[in-house]
């Protein structure tokens, strides 16, 4: 669909190729050839069949333009692609193309076909992102920064700490992709009505045999019907693009002009036309974008489950449409994340300016429970209230207000409110969950490497 | 964005045009243009300059590739095609370019510009669909049928009513696009933080002047980062694709094998590759598909409305892309719907035959009203009741039960029964609701040629 | 439902009364009265029979939980009502009750009553939010602070434009409701089919009177299956959350920690039970939470727009559950963003200090400007991007660069300089733009007062 | 919300009670009790305290009302449970009583259990919809009916097939929610930004232990701004409803008085107050009507998982609330579902019935392959297609013109031919894959009671 320039800027162009006219067809081709070398194993069609109609497997024979017109009269993208490989398969061999198979069969098999390269190809993305997460992570681990809740200063966090959190959240992305490609992404292949009626009842052996050939998960049975698996498929890649908004948002917030803790790195040319000195985090605002081109398409794709009978009267129809949008703006989400985290310049003073920002409120919590441990937590609390009252009222800074107040120094040596005052004493198990974090990631690439 | 085979199934080619990167660079041009039409024609800048600079607002010379790329780095549309026609225009003419505007006053209002055109195209195909249910109405004003409420039978109708009802809910789709093209499609002149700051204090007269130049409507203000327009516009366009949906599946359920009572007029190919003797309703269900496609746009541009201070981190961003979605989704469906009733037959053999299905029993609201006026009505609902039960039990006819009850015939006479269980007699208002759909969309029809 | 103590939290009690069962039962009942007063006065029906039956149109006579009970097991909530009202009046007179009507003319009419008063209070609602925008906008019209877009500084503005431009949304949104109630809330009276059988040729005569009878509109013809008037009412009551959430969020990100511009006046106790310092815009917070709550609703209800045949499967049937959701939801963002403002306080000393946080940058387009009438704009913008890299490399102020460029003081007087640097003087029509916006919102108003 | 007797209707009284406020409220004092006895355990805080504060983790000492208004006021659900508690237990045990804890830690874990339950609940309700689909399957697992595509007749297949798709889909969706409960619903235990700060290094011990004394699983790590895991969660359950509403909308289909294959039982009075013939499958609508309540909830839950910083600003606020119309419109799917499968009355003899309307065409596709295995299917199909054409022709069946054709004679016999139009010979692998269905679900039911 055209969607003009903006289309073409908020996009992933390896989807784009995995989800082409012409990958929808190879796909359908695939399929085809894969059932041909089956049935042909298995005695049910001629050898040399089988291997004459596999030649004419592939796409570049076929007209776009033509099977498009056949398909809006025939209501069905398979019968063009059918038809169109009998006309080229010579003699006697077309009696054997498309033997025992519906229309059903050969786009869902081909879209699962599809959705494994484009899930291999977001993993891949996402490992890239999560990467410079783990790297981040590690080397910001002790870049202490203010921690912020409902757009306000909350206590002290670490910048390694928020990209260990990055990192983990897509190492669990990564292990729903590789439990769709192993599980649920598998071979369709029952007809109509599910019966496999054309092959006797030798039928439900060759499910197997199809599945291996395609590299396929083998279904327990036919689901052209029951479409509850495509619903989990793309409620799984709809989390995706939120993920990836997530990162985008902090990118975005922490680059804010007067925040300034990070900020992509400057191109050759200045990011706005009329405002020479602007400086926008042009990636991760992308970023945002597409993930708002992505929302919605996953609940699209759960309301067409409602199959009507053996095969929807429209539902089932547009799922590899909206399957294309969901996988296209998906990934346009994580390469936009990927290029924003590449040229992301981190700014460890302006962490600590805004974390001194306010004169110490942000350790107040702190200051509480270094008091409750001697006079209880009610106590400490109605402590910690006066010193920010004071503080408030005389204009003098939190800390000043809390080393001043008798009070505290009578439960506090000065080296204790020190302590308590100071964010990097005050940072709990973050290094342990940084490092829980990117252990997980670690984990799910190896696991990905030996599978492969 | 590519979407496949399938993608281009369900689609409007017209509408594909309207969208297309190319369409979108000239849009934003047009605005260039006609802003240094009203700026030379104000002096703000030469005359010589609008009219070299003018030259070069065409899509023609533009290379898309690199406005992509451009785009992406920039993370906006406009900035690379207004460097581009500084570049072209020659020698000091440059210096006037875009003078005064900014980015979003040349997308927002390009975007206005392609919608104008889109829902032009949209009013001529809803004009056609209208004329076809119009002229169905009109003919099968008396084609009794069964109808139906949570898909059993209720009470008898025309078919001629149920076209009338689909003309009348076209008619009001059109009167609200018209509203939005003569009041809600407006020219955005005000700039980054909608001040027109660039101009001093004249720049508000420049407003309806531009809108006059490109035939859009004049704000009240500038809407840079107050999106309720825009809300408003994808709300309405919304309702184009479900209003569509109900005439499709309308026509699918009353095309099902064992309903026959009417069907699209098969093609010269058999329309299941697999089946040759199946006849499905294509057209009814690409309309479904399409529909199905369209949907959650509309909320999707909703949900950009909350525009983070003058000019979002995103949600604005993907506007256009989401609005090309929604506007070629929903012109397929007014397509496939065209196709659709362009072929239909209608069988009114087939729905008298239905109407006979339960022997009477679709006209026991009838006789219960019949005998009301003459024993009340809760004593005339328990003799119905009555009557059905003995139907059921004895296998013969509600029909012959009616005639048969001695009870019923102490009210009334053989030929009150008759009159009481002939659907042509029970048909109410029918006729004058009819005229008054039919008459709504004329008006409606009359109004656009009168505008133009 | 019960959605816990945050269900109750994010929500708008009153909207809760108009939309409980007691008021849903009662609506209903308006419907039934309303039609034998009308039958009556056409001597449909006795006119003893309208005021007897009429004595029991209230819903304090009805037992909600046997109500819900029948309805479960019959598939509609309006044949209980009607069966309990039969029940309630006294000896003949119940044959007269609900004498022509069915299922979806009581339902439907009794939904729209509902929106009528809903829409009523949403309206009071939102006159009161745009009264504080207008005043506020009236008060700040020359209170400069920063205008951000993309979450960075671009050029000034006041804070009086942004409170006019929330004004000027407020003030569109009030008009489509008004227009929702004049126009498209519309009596439903036609009967399963639309055919108004029951009443023989004269039914379509009492539409009008019952339209009349109810303060509702009079529709062209029954519309029970042609929901294109739902699905527009509930695209225009879509745009409320999102425009209330756009004001929430401007305040939200106006209150960072970091930005401090305006705030929402603490009350007596801390918003945050751990951490005593914290102050959050709770009230902005909420409307965003609500308005989050209120998304997807109207796209539901623009998805059950397919009917089936006369009455649908399902869809029809939990409308009134998702415009109760939909119409709650964005009364809850209208209360919370009225809660808000009524507590803001606004700093204009903090939006000063931001203006200033960049030396000057945020004028650079003023100075451009500036030099453009005397050297083309062409080399101003290279003078002015020197001045940025001189700035950037020295360390010094863009202010002071540009006052101490040689090249710019060839072409600019001290003064000129100094005008160009003054956030004052480069608003353009401002003043204008809130003056228009001020003026939309009271005649919006104003209508309002005169219509009642 | 209210949402009326419609809301009352399409509901799940059970899930209601799992997700009300005081259900609420008491799954966050059941997270403060567990905290009291892991930090007692680990000897954090004294042992008696953790005794004193348990006794009034009990929702009946709790003020509803009284928490809503303070929530209001805070923002947060949770500070006002904690003050209560605080104000409740006697004497300094105050002092330890949300000891390092905060927020969002109280309300995630909360939820969490909440969902848990609810899910037990759905896997309940699942299982018993399960084995009536199994039980139809098993017992129709012979009663040939026709396959439908595309609202056509296509070829042959079994109730007993299609009520083992129905079984398998189950079957997985119960598959998941064992999953989400195993894996997915784990303790939050991290504080505002993650660091467990409060606690010194010894935080991270804590989190397993206190996951084990809530039966929850333990996380990697804190995920209060990482919610892939909440997406998830809703992804997952966002297929129940539609998955019901399939089963549904067969059962509507085949119900139609067109179809007749299929009925729910009539209960005592008629489902149309004023259709007394009228007979609506009323469970099954009810169902498809809970499935559009549900819709869009999970979407909308993935749409807030963009957490802005630490803790969002709205949108994780509303998370309990649009879980709670998740879980409750989703159980009032299953309900619905069941109740009309437990009346579900299946007619053998329409099916046959329907099966021979159109005079054996449904078996068109048997004698192409019949014929195919002699003359190839190239020629196998041209002769399918005359003899159709003829029977269209002539107006003999299809049947008929087959037994009548010579060149088909010439290569089938009468008996080959008899079996080629025999639909209980074309019926292929239907009893494997209803077998394969049946196991799969009882493994499912197995691994449950085995678990528990």
Known sequence: MNEGISGLVYTDPQMEAIFSAKSQVQSMLDF?????????QRGVIPQE???????????????????VTRSQ????IAAPVVAELKRLVPGSYTDWVHWGATTQDIVDTGLMLQLHRGIEHLIEGLHAVGDICCTLAAEHRNTIMVGRGILQHAIPTTFGLKCSQWALAISQLVRRLLQLQDEELAVQFGGVTGTLAAYGSDGFDLVPLLAAELSLAAPVAPWQSARERIGYVAAVLGNIAPTMAKIALDIGLLSQTEVGEVGEAPGDSPTSSALPHKRNSVSAMRAVAAARSAANHAGAIQQNMATENERSFGGWQVEPVLMARLMTSSGATVLAVRTSLESLQVFPDAMRRNLELTDGLIMSESVVYAL???VGKATASNLVKEAIAAAAASGTGFSQCVRADPDISAQLTAQEVDRALDPSRYLGSTSHFIDAAIEHFS?????????R
Chains 1, 2, 3, 4 share one sequence.
Do not use: P
Not at 32 to 40: D, G, I, K, P, T
Not at 54 to 59: E, L, P, R, S, V
């Open 32 to 40: 085809e050839a894969a059932l041909n070398n089956v049935l042909s």
């Open 49 to 67: 069949a089988a291997a004459e109609i596999g030649k004419y497997c592939n796409a570049d024979y076929y007209d776009m333009d033509s099977l």
């Open 73 to 76: 009269e025939l209501g069905t």
């Open 372 to 374: 409750a441990a001697k």
């Open 443 to 451: 984990e799910t690439k190896r696991s990905v490497s030996d599978d």
